[in-house]
């Protein structure tokens, strides 16, 4: 056990608690009911929920993800960062204004108006199995993170995380969740600004480990798209970007959080 590693784990998850617990101890007497715990009264700050938004699509899975496909397979297939926050634009341009007028909950709402519960109940499965897969995900990147860090067995990484989730959410609802992603936001930008110039220090520098990486990559070390770089899969690449520019709006963050979130930021100009 790397005992200062593991301190300072424990002083985060205390601190993403203890937030957690102080927004539930300051929710509005209104926000005590059911749309209050989902949709914290939709009247977060602007601030807060571009942050809620943000940590919703930034978690483990995708960190993680992305230095991966940076490493092994070039940044031409890391399309994660642009193609989510593409979706994020084409929803708020052409659906969050729309949602909030009409006081949703989730995307399951507008099916419920046009085909019936029945249906959208069938509708509800492949959400729910995306959202199990995603969580899934997340979960098992904080536990590899946790192994690396902690030396610690992957089981109680996720068992000990999953807790401490729930605890403040359930004391909370989703003030608790927001300010803590405001936290976890914060500290993540931190750390990252933190390991890059570490890291770049073991390499040369940022100019020559570009170098080495596109002398390693050639033409996949471009973001943009090429048959040099792609070869039999450049549809391929653009089959995922659509689906992850589109299918980023009805999917899991924005689904279960997103446009929650961002439906409760009064649009400039509207009543």
């Excluded at 005992?3 to 601190?15: D, I, N, P, Q, V």
């Excluded at 995900?137 to 902690?150: D, P, R, S």
């Amino acid at each position: 056990m790397h005992w200062l590693a593991f301190g300072s784990m424990a002083m985060f998850y205390a601190l993403v608690y203890y937030i957690g617990a102080r927004a539930a101890g300051k929710r509005r007497a209104e926000d005590n009911d059911a749309d209050g715990m989902m949709l914290a009264g939709r009247n977060l700050p602007l601030f807060v929920a571009i942050c809620t938004m943000s940590a919703t699509w930034v978690g483990g899975g995708f960190i993680n993800g992305t230095a991966e496909y940076t490493a092994t397979q070039g940044l031409v297939w890391v399309q994660a960062p642009w193609g989510y926050a593409l979706s994020l634009v084409v929803g708020g341009l052409f659906f969050a204004r729309t949602m909030r007028r009409r006081r949703y909950r989730t995307m399951l709402d507008p099916l419920t108006e046009r085909y019936g519960t029945r249906l959208t109940a069938v509708l509800f499965l492949p959400a729910l199995t995306g959202e199990l897969f995603w969580t899934a995900a997340i979960l098992t990147a904080l536990g590899a993170t946790f192994g690396t860090v902690l030396g610690i067995d992957l089981e109680t990484a996720i068992l000990l995380s999953a807790a401490i989730a729930v605890a403040y959410t359930a004391l909370g609802g989703l003030w608790a969740v927001a300010m803590t992603d405001v936290v976890q936001l914060l500290i993540l930008l931190f750390g990252l600004a933190l390991i890059v110039p570490f890291a770049l220090s073991f390499t040369g520098g940022l100019a020559a480990t570009y170098a080495a990486y596109t002398a390693k990559f050639g033409a996949a070390a471009s973001l943009f798209p090429s048959r040099e770089a792609l070869g039999t899969s450049y549809w391929t690449w653009w089959d995922y970007a659509l689906l992850l520019v589109f299918g980023g709006i009805p999917g899991r963050c924005t689904f279960n959080g997103c446009w929650r979130r961002a439906t409760r930021v009064r649009p400039w100009g509207s009543a």
